[in-house]
């Protein structure tokens, strides 16, 4: 296959970035994008140019590293997969591919294709947690049984990744669906409840500090995450926020 | 060598070792500084916990969070001797099957210690609020993995060291929270200082800024992983890397049993030239898949070129070889029994896929029977084949669904129609820094933790112990033992980074950046990676013998000179750089490997993962020398690793017979 690319390059955070053409000769189906990628910076660097950098690490669509914004889709084309596990078969011969980092004001880009997330992080710092020291006493495992229903549910919520798709999908740039993964998760954990007040607080202020945007029901963000993460999730924060704002 | 083992029966060591080493008083703990390099499921755990403790902590890591450390992609589960099950489990069987399983190479002192901390892994855990799988009555689950005939494996579906992993990194959250923990993101240790002969800081690099740091400390944890990665194709994460370890082995660690490296079996089989990485497929799967090949040769060379479909393939043409080699435990073999297997079979010409390197993974007995008993279970009287196949594959799907669709995006097939094909990939190493009974290496005040270290699973590491072994040293062991050296150090005070030792190391630090960068030859790094990679493959994978492990050394020390004077790094340094980056990696792996084949060649005998082809039974098995090599190799570095000194700790069975591994 050839594959014309169209790829964002950006110094560093300072610098005014543009879309650079490359063409990609022979371009296998059984590549994965990330692949496809490593041989366009083979290239450049056998040219003497300086490589496309871009963010990714386990290759097995869970660490969340990857951040492309592939032909203006959070990950590319296909659904619940990040852009590691997107293959070159899901493109045909000839096509045009736009590459990007993730947009968002709360991610500012670092060189070419990478983002910093640390927002991502001081949100899950201000309350992603129990607060339960390490010992060697604690209660066991199966003291406190927990309905399979919600054990479930606490599950799928946990399984984000914290890639930032849905940010990257949302038109207002809105962090609630990563928000309230954790913020569900914990609320349906007996565990979890006892400071589920305080943690959604804390929480969704860290979010508007970080300049996030508001969520305005559009569900782009389910549609790309990769682990498929409800927009139930969003409804329960909203209802822990309410409830907690009327405890005060 | 002297592994400080407490005195004592073994089932009392470790609580009377703890009744006895020094602590830190909390008022004291404030004044004592300690980093951690890495924030996996060891660092970061360990992190946390000395940070509850009170201790400043800084950790580093070169993901833009802890999150994504690779200890997230472990998937099948976490052992634990909590005997839920009621089926016979016992410290002393984890224990037991944990020695058993490495084929008598690990201390007996530090694998009962794990065992004993396994229950309250799972305790601290839960609450956490990791969402491990539980059954409808409200109470966890188990499942069953490799080398055991318990089942103690809790699990958290395709995901459990994620959910173990985001359990640690919500803890380390609550401390930089409080501002106990530093947490440095993007950044990479690149060297280890020592001050009057311990351990008093680090050198490290702002991946983003390309600036030189220098942070110190009144100890040193070292929890960066394994090395496996030197194989270039293997089932790590692209950044895995040995630079930690390795440049902490240089200033005078000891590197332990360097050989011992995991080939997992069921791996998604390499498809060309372009790949970069492997996929695991958890080992869970054998718990439901059944292995096999063509019983005739000409049924597998039409399978190859596409002629005859698996499915076609009748019951008794087909051989599996497992079940067949190993009838008590048949499919859940241990892992290096497993891959073995695998290579023999297609070594003799049984493979299935276009390279040859392939075996099938089965799924539709497992089907059709889950089919059959959800059919009963739902009152379906006369249910036809077409119905308990799709009730047996929905049964499936609950269970591995997330397995079955990443096999598909990869490979472009449905498991669900026709069997998965594996092949066995590099995926842990259980040789690393030499620690003692208090997981401090032979640099004072440096520790090891996790997969860095090289404690606890021998010569061959049983499945889902990876995640325990991680927590149990962070969460349990560590903050222990760490303070009984720390309490020699509460009047020392903060540790000054203008000293001459600092100035050294940056400086050294500095020429081997300038020296990257100044190589100007016509060759990328991935290009060197891909040769080692090759060699380390071909010459000291799956099995070894002298002659092959000779030429690995020479070539290995040829390739590193090349690399030296013709690698190419574009860029600068000051800058993000991820081809220096690598480059800096690859100089280190271009070390470890030619260690890696010497430790080989030293060993005579075959055990666990190392199989030397000169010694194995007329069957074909594993001979393993408990005469002459009984001991943990303990490599001491001297400039070049082909003059690296071996030091021997002679392991002591007291409590367990050494008896030839049998899984027949």
């Known amino acids: 296959m050839k594959i014309y690319l169209k790829v964002w390059r950006q110094k560093d955070a300072s610098a005014k970035g543009e879309l650079v053409d490359y063409t990609m000769e022979s371009v296998e189906g059984d590549m994965s994008f990330l692949e496809m990628l490593d041989i366009l910076n083979e290239d450049l660097i056998a040219k003497g140019e300086i490589p496309v950098e871009f963010d990714h690490d386990c290759r097995e669509g869970i660490c969340g590293t990857c951040s492309l914004q592939i032909n203006g889709r959070p990950h590319g084309p296909d659904r619940l997969i990040t852009a590691c596990q997107l293959h070159m078969r899901s493109f045909k011969d000839g096509d045009t591919i736009v590459i990007e980092p993730f947009r968002a004001k709360a991610f500012p880009v670092v060189k070419d294709l990478i983002v910093d997330r640390t927002s991502f992080e001081r949100i899950q710092q201000a309350g992603g947690f129990i607060s339960v020291n390490t010992s060697g006493q604690p209660v066991d495992a199966n003291a406190i049984p927990i309905e399979k229903e919600f054990a479930d549910k606490a599950f799928n919520a946990a399984t984000c990744i914290g890639c930032g798709a849905c940010v990257a999908a949302c038109k207002n740039a809105s962090a609630m669906l990563f928000t309230s993964a954790k913020v569900s998760q914990f609320a349906l954990l007996p565990q979890g409840k006892v400071e589920a007040v305080e943690r959604v607080q804390n929480m969704v202020r860290q979010m508007d500090l970080e300049g996030f945007g508001n969520c305005t029901n559009t569900g782009a963000c389910e549609i790309e995450c990769p682990k498929g993460i409800s927009l139930e999730n969003i409804a329960r924060m909203n209802r822990e926020y309410l409830s907690a704002s009327l405890k005060g | ?664």
């Open chain 2, 1 to 664: 060598m002297n592994s400080n083992i407490p005195s004592g029966p073994l089932a009392d060591k470790w609580t009377k070792h703890k009744n006895e080493i020094n602590l830190v008083n909390p008022a004291n703990k404030r004044n004592i500084d300690i980093i951690v390099v890495g924030t996996g499921l060891a660092g970061g755990s360990a992190a946390a916990t000395l940070a509850e403790l009170g201790y400043n902590v800084k950790t580093f890591c070169y993901q833009d969070s802890p999150r994504r450390a690779h200890s997230i992609a472990a998937q099948g589960g976490i052992n634990a001797a909590k005997n839920y099950q009621g089926d016979g489990d016992s410290n002393y069987r984890l224990f037991y099957d944990t020695v058993k399983g490495g084929d008598y190479r690990s201390r007996e002192a530090n694998v009962y210690r794990l065992a004993e901390v396994s229950s309250n892994i799972i305790d601290q855990c839960v609450s956490q609020g990791v969402p491990f799988a539980r059954e409808y009555g409200g109470l966890l689950d188990n499942r069953s993995f490799g080398g055991v005939l318990v089942s103690r494996t809790f699990y958290a579906k395709g995901q459990t060291g994620q959910q173990l992993l985001l359990g640690a990194y919500a803890a380390m959250n609550r401390q930089i929270h409080r501002g106990k923990i530093k947490s440095y993101t993007r950044h990479e240790m690149l060297d280890l200082v020592m001050v009057d002969g311990k351990a008093r800081g680090i050198i490290a690099r702002d991946l983003v800024s390309g600036k030189i740091e220098r942070h110190s400390a009144h100890a040193v944890v070292i929890a960066s992983g394994g090395y496996g990665n030197l194989f270039f194709l293997s089932t790590y994460c692209m950044g895995a890397n040995v630079m930690a370890a390795w440049r902490t082995h240089r200033r005078g660690a000891f590197f332990a049993n360097p050989c011992f490296t995991q080939i997992h079996p069921t791996c998604i089989p390499v498809s060309g030239e372009h790949q970069s990485k492997l996929t695991l497929m958890s080992e869970s799967l054998r718990n439901d898949g059944r292995i096999w090949v063509p019983k005739k040769i000409e049924d597998a060379v039409a399978i190859r070129e596409g002629k005859l479909k698996p499915t076609e393939l009748k019951e008794e043409d087909r051989d599996y070889y497992l079940e067949r080699r190993y009838p008590a435990f048949g499919n859940l073999v241990p892992r290096d029994v497993a891959s073995r297997a695998a290579k023999e079979r297609c070594d003799a010409g049984f493979g299935v896929n276009k390279t040859g390197e392939a075996v099938f993974l089965d799924f539709d007995a497992a089907i059709m029977r889950y089919g059959r008993e959800k059919a009963l279970t739902s009152g379906i009287k006369e249910a036809d084949n077409t119905l308990i196949r799709k009730l047996g594959e929905e049964v499936v799907e609950a269970k591995y669904g997330n397995l079955f669709q990443m096999y598909e995006k990869i490979v472009d097939e449905n498991p669900y129609k026709t069997p998965m094909m594996i092949y066995p990939a590099v995926h842990y190493t259980m040789g690393g820094l030499w620690v003692d009974y208090n997981l401090q290496t032979t640099i004072p005040g440096c520790y090891a933790a996790g997969e860095a270290n090289f404690s606890d699973h021998g010569a061959n590491r049983l499945g889902a112990s990876a995640l325990m072994q991680g927590l149990a040293d962070g969460y349990f062991v560590l903050p222990y033992t760490i303070g009984d050296y720390l309490a020699d150090d509460i009047r020392t005070g903060p540790i000054p980074t203008d000293s001459k030792e600092f100035d050294e190391v940056e400086k050294e630090v500095l020429e081997r950046i300038n020296k990257l960068m100044s190589a100007k030859g016509k060759h990328s790094v991935d290009y060197y990676h891909k040769k080692l990679g090759k060699i380390m493959w071909n010459k000291c994978g799956m099995s070894r013998n002298a002659k092959e492990l000779q030429e690995a050394m020479t070539e290995i020390s040829e390739l590193r000179k090349d690399f030296w004077e013709n690698v190419r790094v574009p860029g600068t340094a000051d800058t993000k750089n991820q081809e220096l980056e690598k480059a800096g990696k690859v100089a280190d792996f271009l070390e470890i490997g030619e260690l890696f084949a010497k430790d080989a060649l030293e060993r005579n005998e075959s055990c666990g993962g190392h199989f030397r082809e000169e010694y194995q039974t007329p069957e074909g098995e594993a001979l393993r020398d408990d005469e002459n090599y009984k001991f943990v190799s303990a490599w001491e570095y001297k400039g070049e690793p082909k003059d690296a000194v071996l030091h021997k700790e002679n392991l002591v069975y007291e409590n367990i017979e050494l008896k030839t591994r049998s899984y027949k």
